[in-house]
Structure formats: C-alpha cells, structure tokens
C-alpha cells in the first residue's frame, strides 16, 4: 500500500468552526489531491498540489483553501464549515509521470453539526 | 467539461458468474487514462484496473478486463468468475491532464455491486 494517512479519521464540529484536515504521505510524490464523497456524487476533486506551494482549484473549491509548506504534508482548510461540507474527504497522492495512477488514504468522515 | 456517467446504479449476481458494468464518458481530448476503482465496505479507494487513449489493446487484470470503445467514448468492467470479495462500490473515472501536470479524476456517480453466494 502506497503510504498515505490522513488525520482525524473522523471528526465532528459545529458550524462556523475552522477544520483543518491532513494528509501524509511517506512516497515523495509530487503530486497530491483533496477529493470528496457525497452520496450520488462519487468523488469530486476540491483542490490539488504539483509541488510545495503550488496548489490550484478543482470542481467543488467553494469554502476550502489548502496549503503544502512541504513534500510530505498537504493541509485542507475549512475556514468556516458548514452542513454542506459534510462528506468523506480523500486524499490521494500520484508520482512526477502522468502515467502514474492515483492511491488513496483511508478517508476522513467529518459531520458538520 | 469532462462528464463521467454510469447507468447502472446498483448490480447484483451470483458467485462465479460474469459481470460487466458500464461506463460512458464525454470529453474533446486525445490523450487521456481511463481507470475503475473499487471501494469495498471499508471505504478504501482500491485501484482495479486503468487504460490510456492511446493504446487500442483493452487491458486486463487476472479476472477484471475491460472493452475500451474509444470512438463510442464506451469503457466497461467485465469481471469474470465472480467472488464474494469483489462485492464493492465500483468507480469509473477519467483522469485529464492539469494544471503543472497534475491529473485531475472525474468519477462517475458509482456502481454498487453484490455478489451472492
């Protein structure tokens, strides 16, 4: 298994708190992403990293910021959470070729009250 | 916008038989990868199988192979000899090139599958 953790694995918070959530890899990938999972939606990419300080939006940005200060770390942001921002959040990490496949961490659940 | 769509919401079939899931995708590039991820109870996002564009060979996995039909944008999962561990969430996704060379995944909306013993 690629290593990859995320931390928490699971959380619960209130709206309007800030939530920080982490990824970890031990690869040194290149690449990482934030990805969520919603019923009926599958996986949706939030925002993704090509290298330290360099991140750009996905599809479903809104409400999150991130930030890679270095190779092993990609922190994603939820300034002020909401109930929509409830979901499973992926990370996942890809290698430098574009031929390189994407693994996934273990998820975090997080339920905005 | 790249879409990824599946039109089988849910599957269900009996141990050892043959299976296949459908995938549609609709996009205006040449090169690009095609993957089925698999997502067991346990939530973990399990890679199956992947195909690139530009390869008319449709890949196999020991049981997993896919039909690539790149003119129909058509990419299905046939799984032969079904097990009761292949019982998961199965994921058809797109992967396009980025920005600084990051491959960003469309999913589709996922089908889940069980296999009866």
């Known amino acids: 298994d690629a290593g990859i953790t995320q931390s928490p694995r699971h959380k619960v918070t209130e709206t309007g708190t800030p939530v920080t959530l982490r990824c970890h890899q031990t690869?040194?990938?290149?690449?990482m992403y934030w990805y969520r999972q919603d019923p009926g939606h599958g996986l949706r990419l939030i925002h993704y990293s090509y290298g330290v300080k360099d991140t750009d939006k996905g599809e479903v940005s809104d409400g999150y910021s991130v930030s890679r200060s270095k190779t092993e770390d990609f922190l994603l942001t939820l300034e002020s959470a909401t109930s929509s921002q409830t979901s499973v959040y992926f990370c996942?990490?890809?290698?430098?070729?574009?031929?390189?496949?994407?693994?996934f961490g273990p998820g975090t659940r997080l339920l905005v009250l | 916008a790249q879409t990824v769509t599946q039109s089988q919401p849910e599957m269900s079939v009996q141990e050892a038989e043959t299976v296949t899931l459908s995938c549609t995708y609709d996009?205006?590039?040449?090169?690009?990868?095609l993957f089925w991820y698999k997502q067991p109870p346990s939530r973990q996002m399990i890679l199956v199988i992947r195909q690139e564009a530009y390869k008319q060979q449709n890949a196999t996995e020991n049981r997993f192979s896919v039909n690539f039909q790149k003119a129909a944008k058509s990419f299905s999962l046939k799984i032969s000899d079904s097990q009761l561990g292949d019982t998961a969430m199965y994921f058809c996704?797109?992967?396009?090139?980025?920005?600084?060379?990051?491959?960003?995944?469309?999913f589709g909306q996922g089908t889940r599958l069980t296999i009866n013993p």
């Open positions: 996009t205006s590039e040449n090169n690009y990868y």
């Open positions: 996704a797109f992967g396009q090139v980025a920005g600084g060379g990051a491959q960003k995944l469309v």
């Open positions: 690869e040194n990938h290149r690449y």
């Open positions: 996942a990490i890809r290698g430098d070729s574009f031929q390189e496949t994407q693994y």
